[in-house]
């Protein structure tokens, strides 16, 4: 018996001085390392694209008029080589959508302008490339669209079409104006910097970030393809019955509140407790 706690020590003791060597050779080890080479190296962070994953650049034609897409189609092949196309159809407006081949936003803007010159007026062609929705503070009273897109598109250096900007009157007696602006202009300096819009000089732009909504249960952060919610497809979205035809005139009821704190708010506003979970997203078009 004794001699078996006689040997328990003695690995006891071992194990104890094993452990002191070790320690020793850590902190030597640690002592002649410089700094830099004891530290491993980090790898950088990914830059942030925004067409991963996302659909391609595209060309939007909206045609004028009676100029049908038929007639259009012949102009196209003289003008866009087959390569440069990845297939044609039509969108969710009933415009036809060019989805171009990988390249970069300079070669689709060279292209796009192109493919208006060819057109000579008789659609309406615009580039579509990933974009981030922004706004713009702090514009004069009674300043047009088209006044707004021609001062953002020579400041920018893109184009900026007046039939995607929209103007909110505030409190302040000045304009905001939403619009969506090329990811690839959308830095901290483009943020940073002023910019003029009439007789103003202290506009900003403020980046927004998008409400990626799903359809089937009107919550935010997700899409209906991975949406685990309640189907709320078959309801309203103003007033929370029953889906039906025309515009809904009804009170608001929220969706997603319950009790007297649904009354008064859709699903999403500033009121309702859903507002805010949101995931910035850049969007095709």
């Known amino acids: 018996m004794a001699d078996g706690k006689g040997k328990t020590a003695v690995r006891r003791e071992r194990r104890k001085r094993k452990k002191q060597r070790e320690a020793e050779q850590a ?21 942030f694209n925004p067409r991963a994953g996302r659909m391609p650049n595209a060309i939007e034609l909206e045609s004028i008029g009676r100029f049908k897409h038929a007639e259009m189609m012949p102009i196209l092949r003289e003008t866009v080589k087959k390569e440069d196309v990845q297939r044609i159809r039509t969108n969710f407006k009933g415009h036809l959508l060019l989805e171009l081949a990988p390249m970069s936003h300079q070669e689709t803007m060279t292209l796009w302008r192109e493919v208006a010159a060819a057109l000579d007026g008789k659609a309406k062609c615009r580039p579509r490339t990933p974009s981030m929705r922004v706004n713009c503070t702090n514009i004069p009273p009674d300043t047009s669209s088209e006044e707004i897109s021609s001062e953002m598109s020579a400041a920018l250096g893109v184009e900026i079409f007046s ?23 959308v830095t901290d300096q483009a ?26 249960c009107y919550e935010y952060g997700h899409t209906a393809a991975r949406c685990h919610g309640k189907d709320r497809s078959s309801k309203c979205h103003r007033c929370a019955e029953d889906k039906h035809e025309g515009p809904c005139t009804r009170e608001r009821k929220c969706l997603g509140c319950e009790g007297p704190d649904a009354i008064g708010h859709s699903l999403g506003q500033r009121s309702c407790r859903y507002f805010g979970k949101i995931t910035p997203q ?3 078009d």
């Open 163 to 185: 039939d995607q900007i929209t103007t909110v009157k505030t409190h302040y007696g000045t304009l905001v104006a939403f619009f969506d602006c090329p990811a690839i202009t």
């Open 27 to 47: 902190a030597s080890l640690a002592a002649n390392t410089p700094p830099s080479a004891s530290q491993p190296k980090q790898k950088p962070a990914p830059a």
């Open 191 to 216: 943020l940073a910097r002023q910019y003029t819009v009439g007789f103003s000089k202290c506009c900003r732009l403020r980046l927004l970030e998008r409400r990626r909504q799903c359809y089937r």
């Open 282 to 284: 850049p969007s095709h």
